[in-house]
């Protein structure tokens, strides 16, 4: 079985273009989320998404946003990039993603996409 | 809101030698909460999870926690260091009843295993 995977890999972008990350979870699996991780504030959460719904989403600005198709890819795009924007940004998947069924539901992260703002 | 501290950004054990890193939670109601290792250029693996069956849990590796509710504390620990161990560890919290895809992580430990 596939794991999670993310597309590109690496990106180089220059302050105020935008772009735009993949994620294939893992078949079968429903939820996805996606993180951002940078050596200052660690792992934060961006958002969340359930059956091509938004069903959580953190403390960031507007700039950043997602979206999930019918079969369970889910997009991430990031407008205006500003240098703080540079992170390896983190995607994950799961069954369902509820904590009632924690006991029975693990999440798979991919290798996640590093981006570069200069 | 829940929250996660991990005490020591940067523990260092020689091989075969005792591993603990601390992780102390806050929350105002038990969690869910996890352990996550992350080699370099790699996604985050789960160790382990705690979920209000077992407070002692098992996991890959070697790997084992205790959920301690008096310390609120869920610290990690193994036995004897292997090389392979050396990389960063997350300790994460998730509330009950809500998504488990939102996850809170701790900043992370990096562990370093010497011969």
């Known amino acids: 079985k596939a794991g999670v995977t993310q597309t590109p890999r690496y990106l180089i972008k220059t302050r105020g273009q935008q772009v735009t990350l993949s994620c294939s979870p893992i078949s079968g699996h429903r939820s996805v989320s996606w993180y951002q991780q940078t050596p200052g504030q660690g792992l934060q959460f961006l958002f969340e998404?359930?059956?091509?719904?938004?069903?959580n989403k953190g403390n960031f600005p507007g700039r950043f946003s997602g979206r999930q198709f019918s079969n369970s890819r889910s997009e991430m795009n990031v407008s205006t990039l500003e240098l703080g924007d540079s992170a390896l940004y983190l995607c994950?998947?799961?069954?369902?993603?509820?904590?009632?069924?924690?006991?029975?539901?693990?999440?798979?992260f991919g290798s996640g996409t590093q981006l570069s703002v200069l | 809101a829940q929250s996660v501290t991990q005490l020591g950004s940067h523990v260092s054990v020689s091989e075969g030698a005792l591993v603990l890193l601390r992780c102390n939670y806050s929350s105002s109601v038990p969690p869910y909460l996890f352990w996550y290792v992350q080699y370099p250029n790699q996604g985050l693996q789960l160790l382990l999870k705690y979920t209000s069956a077992a407070t002692l849990v098992k996991g890959i590796n070697g790997f084992e926690a205790e959920f301690k509710k008096s310390e609120t504390s869920f610290h990690l620990t193994k036995p004897s260091a292997h090389m392979s161990d050396a990389a960063e560890y997350f300790c994460a919290v998730s509330a009950k009843g809500t998504s488990y895809g939102k996850l809170t992580f701790g900043q992370g430990t990096i562990l370093t295993v010497h011969p």
């Open positions: 994950a998947s799961s069954l369902s993603g509820w904590t009632g069924q924690a006991g029975n539901e693990k999440l798979f």
């Open positions: 998404y359930f059956s091509e719904t938004q069903r």
